[in-house]
């Protein structure tokens, strides 16, 4: 079988190790407090760790669906590929329900397989040989699209920014490096002084517990503020830039992210302040033409009335929990992918940065 071991990258945080068959998670419900990694070893124990937020963040989760589609194809026993195509194609769908909003889940899963659909006649181990080098690659790619993104961001940045950043999409967020804090990365690395103002993002407090996790760990200074305050130090002209990734991407540019980031783009278009949105090209969805059909999963009440095992509301209150919103194209100053950054009208650029990556 293949080894894959941690690339010291982004200070050495990435959320995933694979090594001899087994995946191993950074629990990112833990940190910053704790760093406990969990090891899986079937598609079941993936599609759990997707869905219950041990492992989040849009290209990461398609890094754990890859390498869960991995463990459902070795796992099946069928030696005809009529068989084994069907049980691959049904254990595939337990991985896509876990999380609907993030595109790269669902192109995780198809380049998987696509994979085993465009070589019918191969022998069913050379499938499981071939897909576990595909969840490597996908993992490894990751980093390499990343490192790009930033180059391409970086000279958005002036020497002195101070950025906004909402949730985390870092090094935790993907195969390492990161994409909205990739660009601070490389903005760094260019010799830019840089610094982060991080909103810590209710409920899950990503931006709190991870982002400046990882930007303390970076030695890049960052600065803790409460969600409802970035229309405050906007005003006082504290912020110069906000960059935020994006969990899907539609033809025309609305972008759907974290819960909040809508809140964020209204309050910097108001005070002239751009906003930019990084993300790999896998997150597009040229299949919708508007963010108004981006599916929005909505959680559980839980996550809003308590913080660990801390009530927070009164018990029976009635809870929305939506976790993502769609920001629309007109607040987005520009999209940075690893190809390129677009800007103005994105659906004719959108649409030739990802025939790019073809």
Same mark, same amino acid.
């Given at each position: 079988?293949?080894?894959?071991?941690?690339?010291?990258?982004?200070?050495?945080?990435?959320?995933?190790?694979?090594?001899?068959?087994?995946?191993?998670?950074?629990?990112?419900?833990?940190?910053?407090?704790?760093?406990?990694?969990?090891?899986?070893r079937d598609y079941q124990g993936v599609a759990e760790a997707i869905r219950t937020m041990v492992v989040r963040g849009a290209p990461a989760i398609g890094i754990a669906a890859a390498f869960g589609a991995w463990f459902a194809a070795r796992d099946i026993p069928a030696e005809t590929f009529d068989g084994f195509w069907t049980e691959f194609e049904r254990r595939c769908a337990v991985l896509a329900a876990t999380r609907p909003t993030a595109i790269n889940l669902c192109w995780a899963l198809e380049r998987m397989k696509s994979l085993v659909r465009a070589n019918p006649l191969q022998p069913v181990m050379n499938h499981k040989i071939a897909l576990e080098y595909e969840a490597l690659a996908i993992a490894e790619e990751d980093l390499r699209i990343n490192r790009a993104m930033g180059r391409h961001g970086e000279a958005?940045?002036?020497?002195?920014?101070?950025?906004? &950043? %909402? *949730?985390?999409?870092g090094a935790l967020a993907t195969g390492g490096y990161g994409t909205a804090l990739g660009v601070i990365r490389a903005a760094v690395a260019a010799g830019k002084?840089?610094?982060?103002?991080?909103?810590?993002?209710?409920?899950?407090?990503?931006?709190?517990?991870?982002?400046?996790?990882e930007l303390q760990r970076d030695g890049i200074p960052v600065t803790l503020i409460c969600d409802n305050m970035a229309g405050y130090l906007m005003s006082k002209g504290e912020i110069d830039a906000v960059i935020v990734g994006a969990d899907r991407i539609a033809a025309n540019g609305d972008t759907a992210n974290k819960i909040g980031t809508y809140s964020v783009a209204v309050l910097a278009k108001e005070h002239g302040i751009p906003f930019f949105v990084a993300a790999p090209i896998s997150t597009i969805d040229l299949s919708l033409a508007d963010g108004s059909l981006i599916p929005i999963e909505e959680r559980g009440d839980r996550e809003v &009335? %308590? *913080?660990?095992?801390?009530?927070?509301?009164p018990e029976g209150v009635?809870?929305?929990?939506?976790?993502?919103?769609?920001?629309?194209?007109?607040?987005?100053?520009?999209?940075?992918?690893?190809?390129?950054?677009?800007?103005?009208?994105?659906?004719?650029?959108?649409?030739?940065l990802v025939a790019k990556g073809r």
């Open positions: 079988m293949a080894t894959c071991n941690v690339i010291p990258d982004a200070g050495g945080i990435r959320p995933y190790r694979y090594r001899d068959g087994v995946l191993q998670l950074l629990d990112q419900r833990l940190l910053p407090t704790e760093e406990t990694w969990l090891e899986y958005l940045l002036g020497d002195g920014a101070r950025v906004l &950043t %909402h *949730c985390n999409a002084t840089i610094s982060v103002y991080a909103d810590e993002t209710r409920p899950w407090l990503q931006g709190a517990r991870l982002t400046a996790w &009335t %308590h *913080c660990g095992d801390r009530q927070l509301a009635a809870v929305r929990n939506p976790a993502f919103d769609v920001t629309p194209a007109r607040l987005i100053t520009a999209i940075i992918t690893e190809h390129g950054v677009a800007g103005g009208d994105y659906l004719p650029r959108l649409r030739e």
